[in-house]
């Protein structure tokens, strides 16, 4: 069985520029995260979602982050636009319910120059 | 509020020595305790976990024991391999499922 994929794994972008994330996530799988990983820090949660609903985007920027999940699979994190203190992994993760074990993909580390 | 406290890194130790990562966690309510694991180039992995007071969580040699009294999740390893070089994140999740991360600990086992 497929992880959760994402992609790009790496993104180097110059500050202000747009930049987005995809992530893919297990399939039957109706719980996504997204999660943001600081150098030296553990992930913290932005945004999550049960299908296509945003139930908890308390900790999400929203002045320059969007994320949406639009057919309750696949789901796109957009910085717009980004500074240099956005560099860091951002990370997805899936559970098949909102209270089952979550699953991480690889992520995708973000530099900001 | 939630928030988790490890023992900072790096741990760096012989092969086959004994190991002890301390985790020491603030929560409301009764949380759920884990460790994750993250291997060079790769995401985040269950290691183990407990769902309650003096559950033993267990896996790969690994062990960890919900300590309500102490509030403690230490982890443990009888003799580590190289191949156990990785990052661990203690980890508690509250009611709505979201996690909570400590800043991880890396560790570095040589042969």
């Known amino acids: 069985e497929a992880g959760v994929v994402q992609s790009p794994r790496y993104k180097i972008i110059e500050k202000k520029q747009p930049v987005a994330f995809w992530c893919n996530p297990i399939?039957?799988?109706?719980?996504l995260y997204w999660y943001l990983q600081n150098l030296g820090q553990g992930p913290e949660l932005l945004i999550r979602y049960e299908n296509e609903e945003a139930v908890d985007d308390s900790q999400l920027p929203k002045d320059r982050f969007s994320a949406e999940r639009l057919k309750g699979v696949d789901s796109t994190l957009k910085i717009q636009p980004a500074e240099l203190g956005d560099s860091a992994v951002y990370l997805c993760?899936?559970?098949?319910?909102?209270?089952?074990?979550?699953?991480f993909g690889p992520g995708t580390r973000l530099t900001v120059t | 509020g939630n928030s988790v406290t490890q023992m900072e890194g790096p741990v760096t130790l012989s092969e086959e020595a004994f190991l002890t990562i301390n985790c020491t966690y603030t929560?409301?309510?009764?949380?759920?305790l884990f460790w994750y694991v993250q291997y060079p180039g790769e995401g985040l992995q269950l290691l183990l976990k407990?769902?309650?007071?003096?559950d033993k969580g267990s896996n790969k040699g690994f062990e960890a024991t919900y300590r309500k009294e102490t509030t403690s999740f230490h982890l443990e390893k009888g003799s580590v391999q190289v191949s156990d070089s990785a990052v661990y994140f203690c980890a508690l999740v509250t009611g709505a499922n979201n996690l909570f991360f400590g800043t991880g600990t890396r560790l570095t086992v040589i042969p």
């Open positions: 929560a409301t309510g009764y949380p759920s």
């Open positions: 407990a769902t309650k007071a003096d």
């Open positions: 993760a899936s559970s098949l319910a909102w209270d089952g074990e979550q699953y």
């Open positions: 399939s039957g799988h109706n719980t």
